[in-house]
């Protein structure tokens, strides 16, 4: 049999009143009263009940890390989360991590939500990653469920995003990498990714103000192909060696695109960067096994993380509250994989 509270009491000769007062540590006790209590409850292995102590105070001290639509958690995402959980454990939180899939146009009513989601009391409040959708935003005001969102992959109306989010400026830092290349003496600086996601289109509009404003000739694959971002990368990068006057420089929509990049680049024997040089974007861990070492924007996922932490236990504070959205700012990681623009791009190779 487990030993019980009433145990502890027993043993050390005080009342379950001083027992409580001394493992809450709350209230008045002696010190010598407070060695037996302690002693009693070595001597007994007494574990108290977590789940009887965060009822009584109307909380579960849990929260949900929740990545949405997304078949796995990448480097990026796993940052984040990690970074939640030490701004949130040092508040005596727990996080609790899951999935789920859903698509923009079901009703509120027709998401399913996981269980410590839809069950009341389990959760005290969730952390939105990965792809979300104005639906499940809906889902939890109903529900009253605080939450926090990783806004960049948001796929709602812009006003969404104004409130209870965090967001890295992904288009000033793809209008920042251009000008990088343009200093390095590029001229043909290319953009490959999908822009049907609103995502790579907000980094296809910063490659695009910076081109215009320094009169780069603009060369794109923007595409609505329908297949993974490396697959993705391969295809732009062979449609852009058959262009006439060919890039000097690529700058991609993530790090998932520029490794496809780099693959078809290998393949045909383009030298990186002698011949052309390549921007990824995200900065993901997976990717620095690259050689030479891929240039790439960060987006500071453990910054990211302990914000969203942090803005959720504002929340959770002050249920009343509006957070207002928080910006942070890239960086570009200058690496081996950009070098000055060759004289002339050769022709297509294989």
Known sequence: MKATIKDVAKKAGVSLATVSRILNESGYFDEETGRRVREAVAALGYRRNVHWTRLKRNTSETVCFLLGNRDAMNSMQMRMLVACEGVLREKGMDVVFTGMRYGSEQRSAQIALPRMLAEDGIMDGVILTGQHHANLLGVFERMGMPYVLAANNFTGKPALTKRNAVIYDDRTACDEAVRYLARLGHKRVAFAGNIAYPWFRRRYEGYAEAAGQLRLTPIEVTDDWQVNS???????????????????????????????????????????????????FGDREEFSILEPSLTSISVYPDKLGAELARMLLRRLADPAAEEAAKVFPCQLMERASCGPAPRQLQAVRG
């Open 230 to 280: 490396i697959e993705y990368g391969r295809l732009a990068t062979a449609q852009l060696l058959r262009h006439p006057n060919g890039p000097t420089a690529v700058l991609a929509a993530n790090d998932e695109v520029a490794a496809g990049v780099w693959k078809e680049l290998v393949h045909r024997g383009v030298r990186i960067p002698g011949e052309i040089s390549l921007i990824g």
